[in-house]
């Protein structure tokens, strides 16, 4: 009897399942077709190689997360090592104008252009990339609104404060940088690099290891994230690294979007980039970055490069050697109409406020 029962429900149980199976097949369709076929294709262009830090371990996985969080809506399609074209100075720009969506670029490659945010590329304001980034975030968006106008501007961070990469020889007091060629990252450090002696040379870090190679500069102002994607460490022989808790210089970089690319998209939609932007995702990439940097300092380590660390007496000569460059940027922030002062202290309460967490 109880065979009989289990025989005549078969089938039916075996209609059940092929409808539960034409299901399943049905869904899975229609997620493959969504996924196949979004609703809005964003590019985003930057100047990093496939292999960097930015590329494997922050864009890709922003883009991932903003693609799934809009359940395949949204599809991103980065364009790295300026595949797009132009040169990474051009690349805001490019946001601005819409020849990209979205860009990733470093905000001291156009000279002026946000000088409030010179605040935090100051000498001896630099910390963890986590803490500045944060810090920067919020100060955008109490001062520097106008600046960033005319993008949507996603995030800002920086990098954890860099070290110099030299050569051929150890950096022990300002006496060894005379006469030094050393690639400087933004204006406010090629301004600090002469009050120490050095001959400051701009250029963007994708054209370092060339420049290092044909002797164009010595040396090199440098986080260690970017040292050995681009094997730099393979081309020189030291490193100095400053004493105490803040460090020598870092930069800031610029996260933003075309404004008519972010206008179009729905409300929902733009609620999933705006859940990918601020301070939250800020302080994620300067994460990233420091992690990097762990990673990549102990890098050069093992491939026998010789590290120093400035002493504290030393230290405190190169901040009060450099220290008019912070009285510059004060006076000229005053004469742009701003108070100089007041931006200063509020980018070192920020930090501060973020190293309490």
Same mark, same amino acid.
């Given at each position: 009897?109880?065979?009989? *029962?289990?025989?005549?429900?078969?089938?039916?149980?075996?209609?059940?399942?092929?409808?539960?199976?034409?299901? *399943?097949?049905?869904? =899975?369709?229609?997620?493959?077709?969504?996924?196949?076929?979004?609703?809005?294709?964003?590019? +985003?262009?930057?100047?990093? @190689?496939?292999?960097?830090?930015?590329?494997?371990?922050?864009?890709?996985?922003?883009?991932?997360?903003?693609?799934?969080?809009?359940?395949?809506?949204? /599809?991103?399609?980065?364009?790295?090592?300026?595949?797009?074209?132009?040169? @990474?100075?051009? !690349?805001?720009?490019?946001?601005?104008?819409?020849?990209?969506?979205?860009?990733? $670029?470093?905000?001291?490659? $156009? @000279?002026?252009?946000?000088?409030?945010?010179?605040?935090?590329?100051?000498?001896?304001?630099?910390?963890? &990339?986590?803490?500045?980034?944060?810090?920067?975030?919020?100060?955008?968006?109490?001062?520097?609104?106008?600046?960033?106008?005319?993008?949507?501007?996603?995030? #800002?961070? $920086?990098?954890?404060? &860099?070290? %110099? !990469?030299?050569?051929?020889?150890? %950096?022990?007091?300002?006496?060894?940088?005379?006469?030094?060629?050393?690639?400087?990252?933004? /204006?406010?450090?090629?301004?600090?690099?002469?009050?120490? =002696?050095?001959?400051?040379?701009?250029?963007?870090? @994708?054209? +370092?290891?060339?420049?290092?190679?044909?002797?164009?500069?010595?040396?090199?102002?440098?986080?260690?994230?970017?040292?050995?994607?681009?094997?730099?460490?393979?081309?020189?022989?030291?490193?100095?690294?400053?004493?105490?808790?803040?460090?020598?210089?870092?930069?800031?970089?610029?996260?933003?979007?075309?404004?008519?690319?972010?206008?179009? +998209?729905?409300?929902? !939609?733009?609620?999933?980039?705006?859940?990918?932007? &601020?301070?939250?995702?800020? =302080?994620?990439?300067?994460?990233?970055?420091?992690?990097?940097?762990?990673?990549?300092?102990?890098?050069?380590?093992?491939? &026998?490069?010789?590290?120093?660390?400035?002493?504290?007496?030393?230290?405190?000569?190169?901040?009060?050697?450099?220290?008019?460059?912070?009285?510059?940027?004060?006076?000229?922030?005053?004469?742009?109409?701003?108070?100089?002062?007041?931006?200063?202290?509020?980018?070192?309460?920020?930090?501060?406020?973020?190293?309490? #967490?």
């Amino acid at each position: 009897m109880k065979i009989k *029962t289990l025989m005549e429900s078969l089938p039916l149980r075996a209609s059940a399942l092929a409808k539960a199976l034409a299901m *399943t097949v049905s869904i =899975g369709a229609a997620s493959a077709a969504l996924a196949a076929e979004p609703e809005y294709t964003f590019k +985003l262009h930057h100047m990093s @190689p496939l292999t960097s830090n930015a590329h494997m371990n922050f864009l890709e996985p922003w883009a991932e997360k903003v693609m799934k969080e809009s359940n395949g809506r949204i /599809k991103i399609d980065i364009y790295p090592s300026m595949q797009l074209g132009g040169k @990474p100075p051009q !690349l805001y720009d490019q946001a601005r104008k819409g020849v990209a969506d979205i860009v990733w $670029t470093v905000g001291g490659y $156009t @000279p002026g252009r946000f000088p409030k945010a010179g605040a935090f590329e100051l000498p001896f304001m630099a910390t963890s &990339g986590k803490v500045s980034s944060q810090a920067l975030q919020e100060y955008a968006e109490q001062e520097m609104q106008q600046e960033f106008s005319d993008v949507h501007l996603l995030a #800002l961070h $920086t990098h954890y404060a &860099g070290s %110099i !990469l030299v050569r051929d020889r150890a %950096i022990n007091s300002m006496k060894d940088m005379e006469g030094l060629k050393v690639r400087a990252p933004n /204006k406010l450090m090629a301004e600090a690099l002469v009050r120490v =002696g050095a001959s400051p040379v701009f250029l963007p870090v @994708p054209s +370092l290891p060339s420049a290092i190679s044909k002797g164009v500069v010595d040396s090199a102002l440098l986080a260690y994230e970017v040292v050995t994607p681009l094997k730099i460490h393979e081309m020189v022989k030291y490193a100095t690294e400053i004493h105490g808790k803040r460090g020598l210089y870092t930069q800031f970089f610029i996260f933003a979007m075309n404004k008519d690319s972010y206008d179009k +998209l729905p409300a929902d !939609l733009q609620k999933v980039i705006d859940n990918n932007s &601020g301070i939250e995702t800020a =302080g994620w990439i300067g994460q990233v970055w420091d992690t990097a940097e762990v990673r990549n300092r102990q890098t050069v380590v093992d491939n &026998g490069n010789k590290i120093n660390v400035l002493s504290p007496a030393e230290t405190e000569r190169w901040k009060q050697a450099m220290q008019p460059v912070t009285d510059d940027w004060i006076a000229e922030m005053d004469k742009e109409g701003y108070d100089g002062k007041a931006l200063y202290k509020k980018a070192n309460d920020l930090i501060e406020k973020y190293e309490a #967490l």
